[in-house]
């Protein structure tokens, strides 16, 4: 035997009731607050960074210019100055540039960050020498 289907009138069928979006205002996304880092933390980075400094300045007095820029590169870029760069940075520290910013410049420069990476690496591999 066949079922016959069920027919409804169409006002029996349930009618979904239309909700009008509400007019609340939506809450505000806030950033989570930055996590202070402990003054000590803090306080000893500075002095740590103030240690490195004074060390600099000491060991090279303004009259060595050309060995601080010798010894940087050495340093920094594993090779010796060529003159083109040992007469601009020593011409930089003349005109008023600090020592700090002359090692910060050596160490932005492509040849400079493609060697702290290789340094990093070895690192990461081989531990601290």
């Given at each position: 035997?066949?079922?016959?289907?069920?027919?409804v009138?169409?006002?029996?069928?349930?009618k979904s009731?239309?909700?009008a979006?509400?007019?609340?205002?939506k809450?505000?996304?806030?950033?989570?607050?930055?996590?202070?880092?402990?003054?000590d933390?803090?306080?000893?980075r500075k002095?740590?960074?103030v240690?490195?400094i004074?060390t600099?300045q000491s060991e090279?007095p303004?009259?060595d210019w050309?060995?601080?820029?010798?010894?940087?590169?050495?340093n920094?870029?594993?090779r010796?100055?060529?003159p083109?760069g040992?007469?601009s940075y020593?011409?930089q520290l003349?005109s008023?540039?600090?020592?700090e910013?002359?090692?910060?410049?050596?160490?932005?420069c492509?040849?400079g960050?493609?060697?702290a990476l290789?340094?990093r690496?070895l690192?990461?591999?081989?531990g601290d020498p």
């Amino acid at each position: 035997m066949k079922k016959k289907a069920k027919v409804v009138a169409p006002s029996l069928k349930k009618k979904s009731k239309v909700v009008a979006p509400s007019r609340k205002k939506k809450a505000k996304v806030v950033a989570p607050s930055r996590k202070k880092k402990p003054k000590d933390v803090v306080s000893s980075r500075k002095e740590k960074a103030v240690s490195a400094i004074q060390t600099v300045q000491s060991e090279f007095p303004k009259e060595d210019w050309e060995a601080f820029v010798q010894e940087a590169y050495l340093n920094l870029l594993d090779r010796p100055a060529d003159p083109e760069g040992l007469s601009s940075y020593v011409a930089q520290l003349a005109s008023g540039a600090t020592k700090e910013i002359v090692l910060a410049q050596l160490e932005a420069c492509p040849e400079g960050q493609r060697i702290a990476l290789h340094r990093r690496w070895l690192k990461n591999i081989y531990g601290d020498p």
